[in-house]
């Protein structure tokens, strides 16, 4: 099938059992009401993996009960090795229920702002390995953003992992006030936080970056002159 078309099943699907639901995602546990839909909230870790150097594991929670989980199999033998599915979430006690379309279930458990990885039946792990997940917060991230023809890309220094950086108004501005060429990288510190973004280039997702705070521009560096 069309990765578009399966896109676009995917993401209709997710709103309209997100629609059918007459609860509101932390409705069982009031504790966590605050906690969780005061924001975008993104889990990140990395898991044991059997036959692989870990599970790259990213899990977004969003306000209006939908989430996106991508799991990226390091040093894999598989050429394919990021996957993502979708869904909704619902709290229930101090566990956070995800539900695919198809009925299957994910179980996590909330470990002060953190969330620990559960097993298929929503019960602990028994393993001294660790499946915890750190909630990602907005920090100072150091990288070079280019903007050319409604297409944004922040490159992070320290690893060169590439995050779209679409729809933002003030890091467009910011680009465009140095004055360079269209698509030229300059190197910017931003605060802000990665998480996950649905792209409509090739039906999939995409690592985006989130800026929340200060912005400061510095064509005169790059991520190269900083090491």
Not at 56 to 75: N, S
Not at 151 to 170: H, P, Q, V
Not at 178 to 206: H, K
């Amino acid at each position: 099938m069309n990765r578009k078309i399966l896109f676009t099943l995917l993401v209709a699907g997710v709103f309209t059992a997100t629609g059918c639901q007459n609860t509101s995602p932390t409705q069982n546990n009031p504790v966590f009401q605050e906690q969780l839909l005061s924001s975008e909230n993104v889990f990140s870790g990395v898991v044991p993996c059997a036959d692989c150097a870990g599970i790259e594991t990213t899990l977004q929670l969003a306000q209006d009960g939908t989430y996106i989980l991508g799991r990226t199999y390091l040093e894999a033998k598989s050429e394919e090795n990021t996957f993502f599915e979708t869904g909704h979430w619902v709290i229930k006690g101090k566990k956070i229920v995800l539900s695919q379309q198809d009925g299957k279930k994910s179980y996590f458990l909330m470990k002060g702002e953190n969330v620990v990885m559960l097993d298929i039946n929503g019960e602990p792990i028994q393993s001294s390995f660790n499946y915890e997940l750190d909630k990602i917060k907005p920090k100072k991230l150091a990288g070079e953003y280019s903007y050319f023809a409604d297409s944004a890309l922040f490159t992070e220094c320290g690893s060169g992992k590439r995050y779209d950086a679409a729809e933002n108004i003030d890091l467009e501005r910011g680009y465009s006030a140095t004055g360079v060429e269209g698509g030229t990288p300059v190197y910017v510190e931003i605060e802000g936080y990665y998480t996950l973004r649905p792209s409509m280039e090739d039906g999939l997702f995409d690592n985006a970056v989130i800026q929340t705070g200060k912005i400061r521009f510095d064509k005169t560096s790059s991520c190269h002159s900083k090491k």
